[in-house]
T-cell receptor
Framework: RKEVEQDPGPFNVPEGATVAFNCTYS??????FFWYRQDCRKEPKLLMS???SGNEDGRFTAQLNRASQYISLLIRDSKLSDSATYLC???????????FGTGTRLQVFP | GAVVSQHPSRVICKSGTSVKIECRSL??????MFWYRQFPKQSLMLMAT?????????EQGVEKDKFLINHASLTLSTLTVTSAHPEDSSFYIC??????????????FGPGTRLTVL
């Protein structure tokens, strides 16, 4: 089983739609969780950290379910510029290592 | 703040040659730098972790004699791919963590280096 698993997509949605991605992780002792965004042939950029109580940043909402070991990202009112690959990232060992999922590709169309 | 640069951004080389990639933290001191590799349609895979002034810690399956890492200062780490072969063609990305903005845990990523070995 992979340490971090994501549906690769692609998710093709129209502008203005709401879309949600899920991610599961295998290590129940994991402490830190993140969503990164990666554009084609570019480096990943931190989108948001994920906190136990859930957190929101504008149109983006992240949630953590420790019991089921999954993390979600909700994007409301999708924009064309949201088209990218969204990477679920976990720090599984409470060290400085990050484990990346393979990413979920989002394509927003007009 | 918290800018990480990489050089070169793209390199094409012949099989058997060695390639050096530089990773620099421009506005903070990076006590730890990380080197990742990403093949097409795959996730970033951590290759090694390096702390300034000490030997790098390599992940399982990564040959330390092939991928030489030097972290001689708090702002510079280098990755040298020795005797490169076509299967080494990949996107190499570094990240750095340290004293940026008082947050010592966040990793800041460089823009990556695309290596193509002919």
């Amino acid at each position: 089983r992979k340490e971090v698993e994501q549906d690769p997509g692609p998710f093709n949605v129209p502008e203005g739609a709401t879309v949600a991605f899920n991610c599961t992780y295998s290590n129940s002792a994991s402490q830190s969780f993140f969503w990164y965004r990666q554009d084609c042939r570019k480096e990943p950029k931190l989108l948001m950290s994920v906190y136990s109580s859930g957190n929101e940043d504008g149109r983006f909402t992240a949630q953590l379910n420790r019991a089921s070991q999954y993390i979600s990202l909700l994007i409301r009112d999708s924009k064309l510029s949201d088209s990218a690959t969204y990477l679920c990232v976990v720090n599984p060992y409470n060290t400085d290592k990050l484990i990346f999922g393979t990413g979920t590709r989002l394509q927003v169309f007009p | 703040g918290a800018v990480v640069s990489q050089h070169p951004s793209r390199v094409i080389c012949k099989s058997g040659t060695s390639v050096k990639i530089e990773c620099r933290s421009l506005d903070f001191q990076a006590t730890t730098m990380f080197w990742y590799r990403q093949f097409p349609k795959q996730s970033l895979m951590l290759m090694a972790t390096s702390n300034e002034g000490s030997k790098a810690t390599y992940e399982q399956g990564v040959e330390k004699d092939k991928f030489l890492i030097n972290h001689a200062s708090l702002t510079l780490s280098t990755l040298t791919v020795t005797s490169a072969h076509p299967e080494d063609s990949s996107f190499y990305i570094c990240s750095a963590s340290g004293s940026a903005g008082g947050d010592t845990d966040t990793q800041y990523f460089g823009p990556g280096t695309r290596l193509t070995v002919l």
